[in-house]
């Protein structure tokens, strides 16, 4: 893929769409192009958050561990980002990501991503729309896990 194929690319990626070509630009060049393997966990949830992902294409799972249990929170697809929480939180990643099938990814470094929500209020403000529909999405995830329990438990009195 070409500069500008991967600038009209990353112009697809909703956090990245008001971005000028320049920046778009700037972002490919800071970015490394990898690969990821079908069933490949690229992402796993307890480490140390060093980069997000920006998925070019591909389908990926994520999921939570705790303990013996694993629960699949969803999926993510082509123009999605994932790996944001740890690199604001300047913490461990909250969940594991699993290849669903081959990807091509764009691994965008903690600096870079960190220097664009300094200097862009515009990209600031489109990362904390894309958290916050994330939160919303497992919200109501959840509320369905839990509905589907309460009326398991009602069934069973």
Do not use: W
């Not at 992402?43 to 294409?57: H, K, P, T, Y």
């Not at 939570?64 to 697809?77: P, R």
């Not at 082509?78 to 081959?102: D, S, Y």
């Amino acid at each position: 893929m070409g500069l500008q194929q991967e600038v009209q690319t990353l112009r697809m990626v909703p956090m990245f769409s008001h971005l000028d070509p320049a920046r778009l630009k700037l972002i490919s060049f800071a970015s490394e192009r990898v690969h990821i393997m079908q069933g490949e966990e690229f992402i796993r949830q307890g480490e140390e958050g060093e980069d997000a992902f920006v998925l070019l294409s591909g389908r990926a799972e994520v999921t939570l561990e705790g303990g013996e249990t694993q629960v699949k929170l969803g999926e993510v697809a082509q123009n999605q980002i994932v790996g944001m929480i740890a690199l604001l939180a300047h913490g461990r990643r909250t969940a594991t990501v699993r290849a669903l099938e081959p990807m091509e990814c764009l691994r965008l470094p903690k600096d870079v991503f960190h220097q664009m929500v300094r200097d862009l209020p515009d990209f600031a403000l489109a990362v904390m729309r894309d958290l916050s529909d994330a939160l919303e999405r497992q919200t109501a995830h959840f509320r369905e896990v839990l509905g589907d329990q309460a009326g398991d438990r009602d069934a069973k009195h």
